[in-house]
């Protein structure tokens, strides 16, 4: 090893400031004829945003109202077909449907034959022969 040591290097003095510095005028990036135009656009893009919610509101406000009126029908309608449905329980029963058949002028059968489409032959079922 070296029996010197290396010192580190003093950075250089700052130079001293004399007197006040200058101020100077920087013109504007921006020129001044352009504000106008540029609040005018402004104004008519937030007209424009305006007018845009007002209308989509009333768009939404519309289609709740339409969707209310459709959900009545709904509801109706799904009324209808719960009685009509009861309606037709009630006269699908075997009570209902002998004295509808009475009323008709039908009679029970005295014997019942069956049809053998396959063999193409009637035979006598139950309480009958056949011919």
Do not use: W
Request: charged share 15%; hydrophobic share 50%.
């Amino acid at each position: 090893m070296s029996a010197t040591a290396h010192a580190p290097a003093r950075p250089a003095r700052r130079p001293i400031v004399a007197g006040l510095p200058t101020i100077e005028v920087v013109p504007s990036p921006a020129p001044v004829r352009g504000f106008v135009a540029a609040t005018v656009v402004c104004i008519l893009l937030f007209c424009g945003a305006l007018a845009t919610v007002f209308g989509l509101n009333t768009a939404m406000v519309e289609g709740a109202y339409e969707i209310q009126q459709k959900q009545v029908l709904l509801n109706d309608l799904a009324d209808t077909q719960g009685t009509l449905t009861d309606q037709i329980a009630e006269a699908s029963t075997a009570v209902e449907l002998r004295v509808r058949a009475e009323a008709l002028g039908l009679v029970p059968a005295a014997e019942i034959r069956h049809v053998d489409l396959g063999e193409g032959v009637v035979s006598a079922g139950i309480g009958g022969n056949a011919p």
